[in-house]
């Protein structure tokens, strides 16, 4: 089964859409949660979220927080005031998604979550130390995760966990146990701005990192038009 592996959307359609057209036609798709916050297209993204085939997603903070099942004094001033603009702009049927995607999904000998094992929501994964406690909360072979908007992999060898970095568009064989990160469709955040995503063989039990170019003016001048914030606009060209 070819599985499209993706995460941190943040509302940004053109990098969904550039994402989806690159992987082509695929099994299933994973979702790592964040749909919304931060990009102008919240309604547009959940609705073509939900439209895709076989589906799993998990909730992300930021969709945490437009169903407030967060605090608001989380996020910084910007991003807590994209969740209080996306509010006000989702749909019933787009919110009542979001309002039944589950903190935790397993997925065969995956475990899918947005932050990390211990706070499924929250906890970045970002030391091998945070990691191997990570590794130490689920007896799943590979826990695929979001939230730090970089694509990552830390692999359990020789009694602890060690930080691997990640190669684009090479198949990468996959032992267990590990956690993967396909890093962010729509606000990436390790200095590439094109959109992440990967591919997850689970017969070849290959993973595959891919990014792929997309109109990110054209995202800047709806945001700007919707009088986004311009920090938010001008980090997607950096992808910072
Ligand atoms: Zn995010």
């Not at 070819?2 to 992987?23: C, M, W, Y």
């Not at 895709?52 to 909730?59: D, E, K, Q, S, Y």
């Not at 910084?76 to 903190?103: D, H, K």
């Not at 995760?145 to 684009?168: K, L, Y």
Request: hydrophobic share 40%; proline share 8%; net charge negative.
């Amino acid at each position: 089964m070819r599985v499209l592996v993706f995460s941190d959307i943040h509302a940004n359609l053109t990098a969904l859409e550039a994402v989806l057209a690159d992987a082509g036609p695929v099994d299933a798709h994973w979702f790592l949660g964040d749909l919304v916050g931060y990009g102008p297209d919240p309604n547009e993204c959940v609705a073509r979220v939900r439209s895709l085939p076989n589906l799993v997603a998990v909730l992300g903070n930021h969709d945490a927080a437009v169903l407030e099942k967060m605090p608001l004094n989380w996020f910084n001033r910007e991003a807590s005031n994209l969740i209080r603009w996306t509010q006000e702009r989702l749909t019933p049927e787009n919110f009542a998604f979001l309002q039944q995607l589950p903190e935790a999904h397993v997925q065969g000998e995956v475990l899918l979550v947005h932050g990390s094992p211990r706070a499924p929501v929250t906890e970045y994964i970002l030391t091998s130390e945070i990691a191997d406690e990570a590794l130490a909360r689920t007896e799943a072979n590979f826990c695929f995760v979001g939230h730090t908007h970089s694509p990552a992999r830390w692999q359990e060898e020789d009694g602890g966990v060690r930080f691997c970095p990640p190669v684009n568009g090479e198949p990468l064989p996959l032992k267990p146990r590990a956690i993967l990160n396909p890093g962010s469709v729509g606000q990436p955040r390790d200095g590439d701005p094109r959109a992440a995503y990967a591919l997850y063989d689970t017969e070849a039990q290959t993973w595959t990192w891919r990014r792929v170019p997309y109109d990110i003016g054209a995202v800047q001048q709806r945001m700007r038009a919707l009088g986004l914030s311009p920090t938010n606009v001008l980090r997607l060209a950096v992808g910072r």
